[in-house]
Nanobody, 121 residues
Framework: VQLQASGGGLVQAGGSMRLSCAGSGRSFNGYNMGWFRQAPGKEREFVAAISWDGRITAYADSVKDRFTISRDNTKNTMYLQMDSLKPDDTAVYYC???????????????WGQGTQVTVSS
């Protein structure tokens, strides 16, 4: 499956933004999915994950209660609703698939091109 993240841009601190991750080539039904982000000079870090059926979710402590991950397998699309954004959320956001639930970047694949999110103070 090929993934493409979109929806990034520039937003003021406290604002909201919704990212989308569209899959093509084959269905990603059956894959767990995740969002990661990478800020300049930093390693790629886990943001959120969702199980193949959408029933289980996980979040990094830094985004818990502010971000919401969801998916629509009928549209082959995953989403990340980001609220109460902070300047520290500025990064390139990537989506990826995984057969497991280790929530580490090394366990994910099919990385799509990321989308830049910039939060101004």
């Amino acid at each position: 499956v090929q993934l493409q993240a979109s929806g990034g841009g520039l937003v003021q601190a406290g604002g909201s933004m919704r990212l989308s991750c569209a899959g093509s080539g084959r269905s990603f039904n059956g894959y767990n999915m995740g969002w990661f982000r990478q800020a300049p000079g930093k390693e790629r870090e886990f943001v959120a994950a969702i199980s193949w059926d959408g029933r289980i979710t996980a979040y990094a402590d830094s985004v818990k209660d502010r971000f919401t991950i969801s998916r629509d397998n009928t549209k082959n699309t995953m989403y990340l609703q980001m609220d109460s954004l902070k300047p520290d959320d500025t990064a390139v956001y990537y989506c990826a698939t995984s057969r497991g639930w280790n929530l580490r970047a090394a366990d994910f694949g099919s990385w799509g091109q990321g989308t830049q999110v910039t939060v101004s103070s």
